[in-house]
């Protein structure tokens, strides 16, 4: 990798001096160590549970500490960013408590109840303008309104005070953990404010600690820039962790993580789910897929932090309760137990009753049933789900079918497809 310097770095004195204007504004979040996967991995795991802020992330620290630092006239003037979640609630709070207007760009399908959750905490400070499909939609929007209308934009990320502001995370944790060195961070990179930010702190404070950055496998922005040595801008991602999406990360993140990150690892949307769905299950924690990001990267440095002492930043709770059913779906597919199929049946009486004692397994469950139309005269098509109890049985299972005559093709690994499904 080429050098190459940075030319913004945070410092101490900047960190401390947002700190100290966050007191009262932003909680100091537990640092907690979990049972469940500490005993996992033969680690003491500790969380930093910055889902428990009042604005159930991580998001109020930069924010404020940016829209705190401008001057009269930019107050005067107003501000603008473009958000569909986290960062939105964090600028919306930041208006109220800093009785600043701001005008709150979303995009038209963002769920309601995250809109709700703005003006919530914005109140009468901030406006809200739904436009467009997309977040970029979004943030085009904003920026044309900041250059017509000489209004200041709150970047996400790409910005020496919101860098600070989520820098005061590392912080923190050094704070917590005086009396015991803390060995790996796993931190979730979406725009890669926070791990710019908490790793400039520990590259300071604590060098010899570990910082592994953790992207979903649908966006992996920052590694692929970080392999590229250039910041690199992704053609297409996938949304699912829409907390951590983004197609290109901050040009000053993108340096300061290129110099402070160890490692930048991946994580299938999938293996985020499963972990999403244990929080709730074992630790009734309620984490949003960013929120389950660092956690979920654990399974990848398994034989390395036996022993050792891990923080893993847990970013934000602000999960939409619509998302359950995708959610466990992604987690059984990833798991290799859910599996769709093309099931042809013949048309004569008592063909369903056979796939069903012949084909099926006493565990196998139907979960998905629908047909299509038909494709020829002999034999009707159905769409069908299965959930088996073991990613062993599904050999067998396709075997019988074959036998039998009912399999028709295999749906998991045809995206065009499948895509209609979940």
Known sequence: MENTTTIYKPTLKAVEAAAEKL???????????????????????FFKREDLQSVRSYKIRGAYNKISSLSAAQIENEIVCASAGNHAQGVALSCKLLKIKGTIFMPSPTPNQKIEQVKMFGEDYIDVVL?????????????????????????????????????????????????????????????????????????????????????????????TSIKNNRNTELK???NFVDGAAVKRVGDLNFAICKENLDDVVAV?????????LD??????????????????????????????NVVCVVSGSNNDITRTAEIKERALLYANLKHYFLIKFPQRAGALKEFVNTILGPKD???????TKKVNRENDVAVVGLQLKSPDDLEPLITKMKLHKFYGDYLNDKPDLFQFLI
């Open 23 to 45: 007191k009262g504004i932003a909680s100091v979040t537990p640092l907690i160590k979990n049972a469940q996967y500490s005993k996992k991995f033969k680690a003491n795991v």
């Open 131 to 223: 436009v467009g499909d997309t977040f970029d939609d979004a943030n085009s929007a904003a920026v044309e309104a900041c250059e017509k209308m000489n209004k200041t934009f709150i970047h996400p990320f790409n910005d020496e005070k919101v860098i600070e502001g989520q820098a005061t995370v590392g912080l923190e944790i050094i704070d917590q953990t005086k009396e015991h060195p803390i060995h790996y961070v796993f931190v979730p990179i979406g725009g890669g404010g926070l791990s710019a930010g908490l790793s400039s702190v520990f590259k300071i404070l604590s060098p010899q600690t570990k910082i592994i950055g953790v992207e979903p496998k649908g966006a992996p922005s920052m590694l």
């Open 236 to 238: 297409s991602i996938e």
């Open 268 to 276: 299938d949307e999938g293996k985020i789910c499963q972990t999403i």
């Open 279 to 308: 929080l709730y299950n074992k630790d009734a924690i309620v984490a949003e897929p960013a929120g389950a990001l660092s956690i979920s990267a654990l399974d990848q440095y398994s034989e390395e932090i036996i022993d050792k």
């Open 365 to 371: 469950d139907i979960t998905h049933f629908e047909y």
